[in-house]
């Protein structure tokens, strides 16, 4: 499995933007489909972003279309989510997830996960 670390939450006001960043650790990074998903106390993790291997497909939740940005440099073993006008809804903590499937839109297509970084929008 592959080792992930995200890194770059915080805290910002809302119409703000973050960026987030996941470093990759241990297998070939490029042979995983990565994604960001978020989860807030007493809800379920939910699907944020996702993108291939090859970064040629993305998916995004339609709560942050047109405002986040999935991207990832295979070079550095890293993946990032560009998150502008952020809104308070946005809170949540965000893990980064690798997943060695065919398939990379649920929760259950990911094996590896990271610790989560805590975003908090304030409003």
């Known amino acids: 499995q592959v080792q992930l670390v995200e890194s770059g939450g915080g805290l910002v006001q809302a119409g703000g933007s973050l960026r987030l960043s996941c470093a990759a650790s241990?297998?070939?990074?490029?042979?995983?489909?990565m994604g960001w998903f978020r989860q807030v106390p007493g809800k379920e993790r939910e699907f944020v972003a996702t993108?291939?291997?090859?970064?040629?497909?993305?998916y995004y939740a339609d709560s942050v279309k047109g405002r986040f940005t999935i991207a990832r440099d295979n070079a550095k073993n890293t993946v990032y989510l560009q998150m502008n006008s952020l809104k308070p809804e946005d809170t949540a903590v965000y893990y980064c997830?690798?997943?060695?499937?065919?398939?990379?839109?649920?929760?259950?297509?990911?094996?590896?996960w990271g610790q989560g970084t805590q975003v908090t929008v304030s409003s």
């Open positions: 241990g297998r070939t990074f490029s042979t995983y489909n």
């Open positions: 993108i291939s291997r090859s970064a040629a497909s993305t």
């Open positions: 997830a690798a997943g060695s499937g065919r398939y990379y839109i649920h929760l259950a297509h990911f094996e590896s």
